[in-house]
Every structure is written in C-alpha cells, then in structure tokens.
C-alpha cells in the first residue's frame, strides 16, 4: 500500500507495541491482542537491525533465548543450528560493526527465528540493502520459511519481492489504511527469480500494480486536499 496507509501501524499492533483501539487479533483463533508482548512470542525483524553493538554475532542471536530461560547448553545448540541455517556460522564471534549491511540483517532475522515462533513480522527488511544482497536474501527467506515453517508476515513496497515470497499480497488502501484486496498466489514452489518473466508472474504484478496505483492516486488526491485547506 501507499505511504501511511498503516503497514507499519498493523505490524505494531500485531506484534503489541501498540494498544488496539477497537477489534481482535487472534492466532489459530485464539486472541492475543490482550498478551503482553513479551508473551506472544513473535519474531520481529526491523529495517534497521536494531542489533546490540556490544555484542558477538553469538550473543545478539542468543538474546532471547537468556531472556526466556532457556538453560545454555540447549541454548547454544539453538543458536548454532539457527546461525547454520542463516549461514552465519563462520561469523559466530564477530561484532557487528565487523560485518556487512547484508550480514547484519541475516543476524537480525536469526534472532527472529531462534525461537522458533509462530508468527514472524518483517518491516522492509532489505529496502537498505543493495539489488544483489536483496535477492540474495530474498532466496534465504524463502528456503527459511520452508525450514522452520512460521508464518512470515512481511511488509514491502517491491511488488516483484512480495509475489516471489508471499502465498497471498495483501493491499491496503490509502488513509486511513484498510484491507483492499487479498491477492492469493499459486505460483508452485519453490519460487526462483526467472519466474518474474512468466506469464503467470507478469499477470499478478499487472493486477497488483494496477491496484496500488488506485490508492497511491487516492493518496497524492488526500494530501492535495489538506495543502489545500491548510
């Protein structure tokens, strides 16, 4: 959806960094939006990557697990078979400010995961990186989401990105944000980058381009009108 249209806003209040207003969220039909956040155990992964500067690759990824409890020795078996997945074992004692912008975020979505929840928020994680480490990374999301089996909500504004790695491409419309249309994508896995030049693909980016454009229109119309009468 467009600028401001509350995709952030929604990830937020899934995940409890906001109150609802009014309404439920609920998980496998149970409702959580009244946990406390810490309880919901959620993974969330920022676009910023929000790591400890003070800490090793190690000790960043294995944050949640001290914070839960988790005795160490199983503590640091999951950590070494979530830096293995992210293919981040090599870099298991470095510092952040010693790795890459591509390497810090594979460390921010480990630590996402090391707990192995439900439910993963992703907030444009790769907008910063580069056209290559993005597709790079793209490739590692999906293998992740067939390895540990979570469900991955994931905010974009690249409709090629979210074709590639959602089941459905929920759209929202312009201020004050609401659910336009849920575009559900059959593409058979797993998803690979030259699909972008099928058929299939190019009618699903037209529909949801098509679809973006309207409330990105709405929006620019919205924002015309209180210049306007300011």
Known sequence: GPSGSGKTTLLNLIAGFQKLDSGTISVDGRPIHNVPTHRRGFGMVFQSYALFPNMTVTQNVGFPLRMAGMDRAT????VAETLEIMQLS?????????MSGGQQQRVAIARAIVMRPKVVLMDEPLSALDRRL???IQIEIRDLHQTIGSTILFVTHAIEEAILLGDEV???TARPGRIKEVIPVHLPRPRHLEMVNSKE???LFDHTFHLIREEVN???AQQAEMVAHA
């Open 75 to 78: 503590a640091d078996r999951r």
């Open 90 to 98: 090599a870099h298991a004692q470095k510092m952040p400010s010693q």
């Open 134 to 136: 993005r597709e790079s």
């Open 170 to 172: 929920v759209v929202m």
């Open 201 to 203: 693909f190019g009618e």
């Open 218 to 220: 709405a929006a620019m």
